[in-house]
């Protein structure tokens, strides 16, 4: 039997998020067929994703010399580098040169709403994965991923998104810059996210916790920069 209720509390953070990114949208309501457009292939992306992954995973558990490297590896380059990269791809294919993409913290929008589409997936994989343990280990799951994971894809989106921003509407000499920290920035983050949990060390929910409240405070700072430059075009 399906856990319907389950599926739906798994979701539940990522639309959370979404509502709370459209809601700061201060200046100019972004259109929702195509917010639900880039969320929805924030869920599809996964179907590529995965299979890179493992694809790396197997690369990785052959070629890496030590424990730490390959820890390093799965970190950086498996999770980071090709999760970040696929959900930048998707705002990049759904929304980037569009007409509505026309203001910085139109980079922020969709590239929250493309990784809470990716977490949302994400979460429904893992959730279902422990409830085959038991109900009670599911539970856990959609709590602890409710308040880590998930705001820390979101945070990654955020950071990629206020550097895409500028990317768009920057001049060149400065354009190409933005363009390569959205991408380079995130991976670091989520790499470092993935890093303190895989080396499975005491207190590393600890250290990750704070981590997110500290990447918290700076995602409030990118916002509110981003929507004071945002303001200027109206």
């Not at 001049?171 to 993935?194: C, E, Q, T």
């Given at each position: ?179 390569k920290v959205s991408l380079i920035l995130p991976m670091l983050l989520h790499g470092f996210y993935d890093f303190v ?38």
């Amino acid at each position: 039997m399906i856990p319907y209720k389950l599926i739906i509390l798994s979701i539940a953070p990522s639309l959370f998020i979404a509502l709370y990114i459209y809601v700061r949208d201060k200046f100019e309501k972004e259109p929702l067929h195509l917010l639900l457009k880039t969320f929805v292939w924030g869920v599809l992306i996964s179907a590529v994703v995965v299979p890179v992954e493992y694809f790396l995973m197997a690369y990785g558990s052959i070629s890496a010399s030590s424990r730490i490297s390959f820890i390093v590896f799965e970190a950086f380059i498996v999770a980071g580098l090709t999760e970040e990269y696929f959900k930048r791809l998707v705002v990049l294919r759904v929304a980037y040169d569009t007409p509505y993409f026309n203001q910085p913290f139109d980079g922020i929008v969709y590239c929250v709403f493309s990784a809470v589409g990716f977490a949302a997936i994400e979460n429904v994989g893992y959730v279902l994965q422990s409830f085959q343990t038991s109900y009670q280990e599911a539970i856990t799951v959609i709590v602890l991923r409710g308040i880590m994971a998930v705001p820390a894809h979101a945070m990654f989106g955020v950071v990629m998104g206020y550097y895409l921003g500028f990317a768009r509407f920057a001049p060149a000499d400065r354009s190409y810059w933005y363009f390569k920290v959205s991408l380079i920035l995130p991976m670091l983050l989520h790499g470092f996210y993935d890093f303190v949990l895989m080396l499975n060390v005491y207190g590393a929910l600890a250290i990750v916790g704070i981590y997110e409240l500290l990447l918290f405070i700076y995602c409030l700072r990118l916002i509110k920069r981003s929507q004071e430059i945002s303001r200027l075009y109206f």
